[in-house]
């Protein structure tokens, strides 16, 4: 339904936005200023401890800045809610007491004819529902008590039998005075080319309504009862109602309990779904096809920002996981992915429920991978990395994924990250090749290994070493900080020789993206550098791709991040890192005006060093200010229970 902007404009002149919002959100009574129409909140789309999201009741606009989503009043309901555009309008419009136009005729006729065949649908619901609790629906009862299904859910979910007959359906509609063309229409019974009598494309199968967004049945699953029976699972055809491309089953369902508890599941049959339904897991939907398509996966953003997708850990299950990440990437946006649940190889889900109960089902989603790892893992598990030529190929076709992104920001970021990883990988591989295959712990040089590098660069050590290297790390460990602070990054005073050559190959990195082959740069390290990365990094980076690597040294000078602290926090510490250098390295320009004052102090020289004093007592006491927040948030983080890695 198409809605007139005049109409639109009337409910948000009716409805304040911020009254739309503050249903979802608690506003920041420090920053707000409700006179101006001045609004702030922590993001209801991401997690964060202060808050970046803005609302603007003059101009009728949200906007985060910290994850980067943006609307007014109907998208907000659309994006916290699950609702559809027109959902939505017919819900702002019923709280304002705005009234909606009639729709116009010819819309009028194709929702007449839908529901005309909803209609349909339903009748045949009812005539399956009869018939498996009739005489003929006694295979099908066993088989269900065998699947466990209690008697609630059977209801619940409208379990039917379709008989073993080539016109027990059509026979039941005909007796209802249903057109079969219209049969044919709602995908019930299949007209042959060749002239012959219509038959039901249902036969001895066991029935599942498939319902949409409304709870109407628009389609039918069937699986077959028999052990020869082909194809094991049947649904409905395209049709006016269905279209499978964009229909999640138990979708109406899953809805709420998905917007109340912040997560969705998405499992690959309606009978998986159906079976974690039945256990409490109400905030489960599965794909209606073989493959999820483009419009499935924004319609899952509605439910969840991050829904886990659960498949079976066997090769068809990785396979269909593959097929979803090619799908995903293009309409990837900011604060909105997927993660990846791999069943225990030869289990489902409703295996697992019998066997380990509701817990080990959650235990299982709890260590699901992120998409980007799993990407990651899909790309290095085919290929060899022993030619510069296969390394290239690894690299363009991590570029060619990336490039189908259309969101600017998340593409940088995939980019960044992956730059990165690539440059540990490629050189961890190298390093095992020159020591003859043995990698790992120890495996470098003792100097490597140690916490202050080679015996040169302890001797030339300054003050700041232990604050260049862990900028460094911390550069390397989250690249888009260094890609968000790359200016100043690019200008830090390194005191140490061999930090200043890797911080200018991480602004080569940055700066020069699509067009720095990594492998070639890491290839040209010299050793000493070589000894650096080594010491950042885990003890292997290599073939296997441990999940959870880190860099050790990393780790050892900010212990904090085990904790898995917020990324705003990390950021926090970061920037003061950042001012820590630069106020050293202002503490060094100081003492040589002093020094150089004490031989010729001209009125120049004095205004420089009144100038520097004023400034470097300022960024003082601001450090020390940032210094003593950083440490009460560090002192809360460890002592809150532990929280998942942030998702790409």
């Known amino acids: 339904m198409r809605f007139e902007p005049r109409l639109l404009d009337e409910i948000r002149a009716r409805l304040t936005l911020s009254d739309v919002v503050g249903r979802r959100v608690t506003w920041d009574r420090r920053k707000t200023q409700p006179g101006k129409g001045d609004y702030w909140a922590c993001c209801p789309f991401h997690q964060e401890k202060s808050p970046s999201f803005h609302v603007d009741d003059r101009r009728n606009r949200y906007k985060c800045f910290g994850c980067g989503a943006s609307g007014d009043h109907f998208t907000f309901l659309c994006e916290t809610e699950g609702l559809s555009f027109p959902e939505a309008v017919e819900r702002l419009a019923e709280q304002s007491g705005v009234g909606l136009p009639a729709p116009d005729p010819q819309a009028a006729r194709r929702e007449k004819k839908r529901a005309g065949l909803a209609d349909i649908c339903e009748m045949a619901a009812q005539f399956f529902q009869a018939e498996f609790a009739g005489p003929r629906g006694d295979t099908a009862r066993a088989y269900t008590q065998k699947r466990g299904l209690t008697p609630d859910t059977l209801r619940e979910f409208r379990f039917g039998f379709a008989p073993e007959s080539r016109d027990a359906l059509k026979g039941y509609l005909a007796a209802r005075e249903i057109p079969e063309a219209a049969m044919i229409e709602a995908g019930l019974i299949i007209k042959p080319e060749d002239g012959r009598p219509s038959y039901d494309r249902f036969r001895g199968r066991l029935m599942i309504p498939i319902q949409d967004d409304r709870g109407r049945v628009v389609a039918f699953g069937g699986r077959t009862l028999s052990p020869d029976g082909q194809p094991k699972y049947l649904n409905s055809p395209e049709t006016p109602l269905f279209h499978k491309g964009v229909m999640l089953f138990n979708a109406h369902r899953a809805r709420e309990p998905a917007f109340k508890s912040g997560e969705a599941v998405v499992v690959e049959g309606y009978l998986d779904a159906i079976a974690l339904w039945q256990a409490g897991i109400h905030h489960v939907v599965a794909s209606l096809g073989t493959a999820f398509t483009e419009d499935q996966v924004v319609r899952l953003w509605k439910f969840a920002p991050e829904p886990v997708i659960c498949f079976d850990g066997d090769a068809a299950g990785v396979s269909a996981a593959h097929r979803a990440i090619d799908r995903i990437f293009p309409v990837l946006k900011s604060g909105y992915s997927f993660q990846f649940c791999f069943l225990p190889d030869g289990m489902d889900p409703d295996d697992l429920i019998k066997q380990r109960g509701v817990a080990g089902f959650h235990d299982e989603v709890e260590r699901a991978q992120s998409l980007f790892d799993v990407v990651w893992e899909r790309e290095i598990s085919v290929s060899r990395l022993d030619t510069p030529e296969r390394k290239a190929a690894l690299e363009k076709r991590f570029d060619d994924l990336i490039a189908t992104i259309r969101d600017e920001r998340v593409r940088r970021r995939y980019q960044l990250d992956l730059k990165f990883k690539l440059s540990n990988l490629f050189f961890e591989q190298a390093r095992q090749s020159r020591q003859g295959g043995k990698g790992g712990k120890g495996g470098g040089s003792a100097d490597a290994a140690s916490p202050l590098g080679t015996a040169r660069e302890r001797v030339a050590a300054s003050h700041d070493f232990g604050t260049e290297r ?20 690019s200008r830090l005073p390194f005191a140490n020789d061999l930090h200043r050559q890797l911080r200018d190959i991480l602004c080569r990195i940055v700066d020069d993206l699509e067009a720095t082959p990594i492998s070639d740069l890491t290839s040209a390290f010299e050793e000493p550098l070589r000894n650096i990365m ?18 050790s040294a990393l780790i050892h000078r900010f212990p904090l991040l085990k904790s898995n602290p917020p990324e705003d926090f990390i950021e926090a ?7 820590v250098l630069e106020l050293n390295a202002l503490e060094d320009e100081l003492s040589s005006e002093l020094a150089t004052a004490d031989e010729q102090l001209d009125e120049n020289s004095w205004m420089r060093i009144q100038a520097l004093t004023q400034d470097l007592s300022r960024r003082r006491e601001e450090c020390a200010r940032d210094e003593a927040d950083l440490a009460e948030r560090a002192k809360k983080i460890r002592t809150a229970p532990p929280v998942a890695v942030a998702a790409h």
């Open 470 to 489: 862990l900028v460094l790390g911390l550069s390397m460990r989250f690249p888009h900080l260094l890609d968000r602070n790359f200016e100043r990054f």
């Open 534 to 551: 080594g010491e950042m990094m885990l003890e292997t980076i290599g073939m296997q791709q441990q999940r959870g690597a880190e860099f």
């Open 573 to 579: 510490a970061y920037l003061h890192f950042l001012d």
